[in-house]
Nanobody, 121 residues
Framework: QVQLVESGGGLVQPGGSLRLSCVAS????????MSWYRQAPGKQRELVAI???????NYAASVKGRFTISRDNAKNTVALQMNSLKPEDTAVYFC???????????????WGQGTQVTVSS
């Protein structure tokens, strides 16, 4: 059974920084794209950043230049460094990955449980 576990959320003042981490564990054959989504109260879940297995990245316009996504393929982890945080970054942040489990011929999508990020003075 594959699991994604996030950590690193919390309360931070505007202009501050947080680093989110996510580790994938279980019977994993190969991990493809890894990404972070967020969902604010009353809003749809949105893509924040994505990184391919080769290291190519893409960001939502609202976070470009402030957030950095990275991954460690050997450890099956993805991180999101968030700098210059704004109140509008407040949301539950979810880790997402597309991967192939051992013994499977198909690629499946998995989600973490989410971690709360609150930006407030």
């Amino acid at each position: 059974q594959v699991q994604l576990v996030e950590s690193g959320g919390g309360l931070v003042q505007p202009g501050g920084s947080l680093r989110l981490s996510c580790v994938a564990s279980g019977s994993i054959f190969s991990i493809y794209a890894m990404s972070w989504y967020r969902q604010a109260p009353g809003k749809q879940r949105e893509l924040v950043a994505i990184i391919t297995s080769g290291g190519s990245t893409n960001y939502a316009a609202s976070v470009k230049g402030r957030f950095t996504i990275s991954r460690d393929n050997a450890k099956n982890t993805v991180a999101l460094q968030m700098n210059s945080l704004k109140p509008e970054d407040t949301a539950v942040y979810f880790c997402n990955t597309n991967l192939r489990e051992r013994g499977s011929n198909s690629i499946a999508t998995f989600w973490g449980q989410g971690t709360q990020v609150t930006v407030s003075s």
